[in-house]
T-cell receptor
Framework: GAGVSQSPRYKVTKRGQDVALRCDPI?????LYWYRQALGQGPEFLTY????????KSGLPNDRFSAERPEGSISTLTIQRTEQRDSAMYRC???????????FGSGTQLSVL | RKEVEQDPGPFNVPEGATVAFNCTYS??????FFWYRQDCRKEPKLLMS???SGNEDGRFTAQLNRASQYISLLIRDSKLSDSATYLC???????????FGSGTRLQVQP
């Protein structure tokens, strides 16, 4: 596609529910990144993929968070048993290769009530 | 030492002023750096890449000081439209991920 697409744009859920956030990167981009951003802060790294392989998941806060990119294109970030502290903007980004610039999607604003 | 540190500001400057931000990093092996701009509630967008020789793009100049491990962004002749948060980005220590600073907020006033 023309840009990185994320859905849904907004997600409101109740504490304890599972949520799945979707990212469709720019076509042909090898690397896909997930970040979380709190208001007034910079994006915080969560995990990233090269093709379908998850290269680094050290930024995932705990085992309730997981991500996959099974065919090396679309990725899903899943948060199980959501908690209020999970509320944030979740941003996906992709790039064509190492040292190339990152392109961000518009993000998914998650609110856990 | 944090991987990336930025002065959060805000920097309040009049139109036409020159303003500079610094960003310090801890990974001495880092090779490539970036400055991103983020408008309120929008996604970050690339402003400039910063390589060993630094670079200039119009009113914007980015420099790298390896000895002191910081990068800088200089904005000349500030415009109202330059008001935004400026994020510096460095490679994550030992990994291919990118670490963002917390950002420096710039407010250009008429």
């Amino acid at each position: 596609g023309a840009g990185v697409s994320q859905s849904p744009r907004y997600k409101v859920t109740k504490r304890g529910q599972d949520v799945a956030l979707r990212c469709d990167p720019i076509s042909g981009h090898v690397s896909l990144y997930w970040y979380r951003q709190a208001l007034g802060q910079g994006p915080e790294f969560l995990t990233y993929f090269n093709y379908e392989a998850q290269q680094d998941k050290s930024g995932l806060p705990n085992d309730r968070f997981s991500a996959e990119r099974p065919e090396g294109s679309i990725s899903t970030l899943t948060i199980q048993r959501t908690e209020q502290r999970d509320s944030a903007m979740y941003r996906c980004a992709s790039r064509a290769g190492p040292n190339e610039k990152l392109f961000f999607g518009s993000g998914t604003q998650l609110s856990v009530l | 030492r944090k991987e990336v540190e930025q002065d959060p500001g805000p920097f309040n400057v009049p139109e036409g002023a020159t303003v500079a931000f610094n960003c310090t990093y801890s990974n001495s092996a880092s090779q490539s750096f970036f400055w991103y701009r983020q408008d309120c509630r929008k996604e970050p967008k690339l402003l400039m890449s910063v390589y060993s020789s630094g670079n200039e793009d119009g009113r914007f100049t980015a420099q790298l000081n390896r000895a002191s491990q910081y990068i800088s962004l200089l904005i000349r002749d500030s415009k109202l439209s330059d008001s935004a948060t400026y994020l510096c980005v460095v490679p994550h220590t030992g990994r291919r991920a990118l670490t963002f600073g917390s950002g420096t907020r710039l407010q250009v006033q008429p």
